[in-house]
């Protein structure tokens, strides 16, 4: 349902991605390992279809990047939810409007939103802070607004780009537990990371990439 | 409900970037404002010019001594020429009576016989009315045998036709300058409300918002801008031309569709200023 096929994209600085060809299928939860600047970040914004490839192809559901329009890329992004490193929460609101604002901004009406609201604040155990700001909560606790903020329009694969980066190994292996969760109801997850003690400790299927060209899937 | 985001937004849009949307709306409003006064000044001068056109273009006088085939044999060369749409022949007779209403003195109590020439009145057909032609085409008839004297309004009606013209040129020119100074203005204020809004707006797209979603408030903005920006000049153009009225009455004609398009202008130029800042900054 998602796959990457012998992909490339160059930067003019001479960064980028080459030869990655991959899969991640129904229910699958992946960790895509590499060092810092291997282009791991690259792969996850050719997935939501932010960078489209040079040479190869994309196919995520029924989009596929040779043919898809730009104007139906924001339909691709519906069906995924994506966590970053630094949160990227909007400072101007609380909790719960963070999360309403996914749905809001892609028309679900209101009643549906308070609903699904409530409830993707449950799977990350946040329902008693979403009156709270952004910036009265700990790392860990941005982190799971921002799952469920990923998480609320139920996606059918969940991105993760260094989710755990900016976060202590306790907390961390909080978030972890919250994807492990939120996998074993049957959605896929892609996760990015250089911690390779964090894919270690977790069951999933691993594909390491180096410096633009798969090593190990 | 998505609309309802979007004018909250939008609303919210002109907090982020006060001065600039004030400077936006008042830039918008002088260029308005200017360009109504010439616009006003064009249309009043070609106001009078037509007065003017529509009465007689050329008066020719016959030589007294002609005789009805020699005046009607003038007529037809006259009439032969390409630029006459039509001539009216005017008698001694019609002269004079017409010297009476102007003058209210009947004219064979203090003279003898009638002294006025027979006359013809020359209408010009209307891609032939530019003075140059007027000139042109009364030298012609000058030499024309049994023509006594030509009389068109040249230095009034040139005057006039000048002034249309530099005001015409003027408007164009000021429209030219609005539009790119309103597009300007606008567009930069929707940059720095985008900018401001980058967050948002990047989480908007990475959710799956569509462009025309995401930008939608800053098109609402813009239109907002040029809005205010219409009717602040409406306003101001209506203020001095109760001013002109009060000191010169029926000096000048206001155009009606004044503030319609104004507002229409303003609209116009907001919308398109902040479609150029959609394209270039989000």
């Known amino acids: 349902m998602v796959e990457l096929q012998n992909v490339k994209i160059k930067y003019p600085t001479g960064d980028g991605i080459e030869h990655i060809s991959f899969k991640v299928a129904p229910g699958e939860m992946v960790f895509l390992v590499g060092p810092s600047g291997a282009g791991k970040s690259t792969v996850l914004k050719c997935v939501y279809m932010e960078e489209l490839p040079q040479e190869g192809h994309v196919t995520v559901g029924e989009y596929n990047s040779l043919f898809i329009r730009k104007k139906d890329i924001p339909y691709v992004r519906r069906r995924l939810g994506v966590v970053f490193q630094d949160f990227k929460l909007l ?31 449950a799977d990350v155990g946040l329902s008693h802070k979403s009156r709270k700001y952004p910036d009265e909560l700990s790392g860990g606790e941005q982190q799971r607004v921002a799952i469920a903020r990923a998480i609320v329009n139920e996606p059918y ?14 907390t961390a292996a909080g978030i972890m537990d919250i994807f492990k969760r939120i996998h074993a109801r049957g959605t896929s997850i892609l996760i990015a990371t250089h911690n390779t003690d964090l894919v270690s400790r977790y069951k999933a299927r691993v594909v390491k990439i180096k410096k633009g060209g798969i090593l190990e899937v | 409900m998505s609309l309802k985001y979007s004018i909250r937004e939008a609303f919210s849009g002109f907090k982020r970037a006060r001065l600039s949307f004030f400077i936006s709306v008042f830039t918008i409003s002088f260029l308005l404002f200017i360009i109504s006064i010439f ?11 037509d007065v003017l056109n529509a009465k007689i273009d050329i008066q020719v006088f016959l030589s007294t001594i002609l005789d009805d085939t020699e005046i009607a044999q003038v007529g037809s060369t006259i009439n032969s020429l390409d630029q006459v749409a039509n001539l009216e022949f005017v008698s001694p007779d019609q002269a004079a009576k017409m ?50 004297e030509v009389e068109y309004h040249s230095e009034a009606l040139g005057l006039l036709l000048k002034f249309s013209r530099i005001a015409t040129v003027i408007s164009a020119l000021l429209l030219i300058v609005v539009v790119i100074g309103s597009l300007f203005v606008v567009s930069n204020t929707i940059r720095l409300i985008v900018i401001s809004r980058k967050d948002i707006i990047n989480t908007m797209r990475l959710v799956g918002a569509t462009r025309h979603f995401i930008s939608l408030p800053y098109l609402l903005e813009g ?60």
Not at chain 2, 39 to 49: G, K, R, S, W, Y
């Open chain 1, 91 to 121: 400072n101007d609101r609380d909790v719960f409007r963070n999360v309403s604002f996914a749905l809001e901004v892609i028309g679900v009406r209101n009643k549906e939103i308070k609903k699904r609201v409530l409830r993707a604040l």
């Open chain 1, 157 to 170: 694969l969940l991105l993760a780009d260094e989710p755990t980066g900016n976060l202590d190994p306790d």
């Open chain 2, 39 to 49: 616009f006003t000044l064009a249309m009043n001068v070609n106001q009078l010019i």
């Open chain 2, 99 to 148: 010297f009476q209403q102007e003058f209210g003195e009947e004219l064979f109590s203090i003279l003898d016989d009638n002294p006025l020439p027979a006359s013809f009145n020359i209408m010009l057909k209307e891609e032939y009315r530019t003075i140059e032609n007027i000139e042109q085409l009364a030298n012609t008839i000058m030499k024309i045998d049994g023509v006594d």
């Open chain 2, 223 to 282: 239109i907002i801008q040029g809005l205010l920006g219409g009717l602040i000049a409406f306003l101001f153009s209506l203020g001095l031309f109760a001013f002109v009225q009060s000191q010169w009455p029926g000096l000048l004609t206001t155009p009606e569709y004044l503030f319609y398009g104004l507002l229409l202008a303003g609209v116009l130029f907001g919308y398109i200023g902040s479609l150029v800042a959609i394209k270039r900054y989000l």
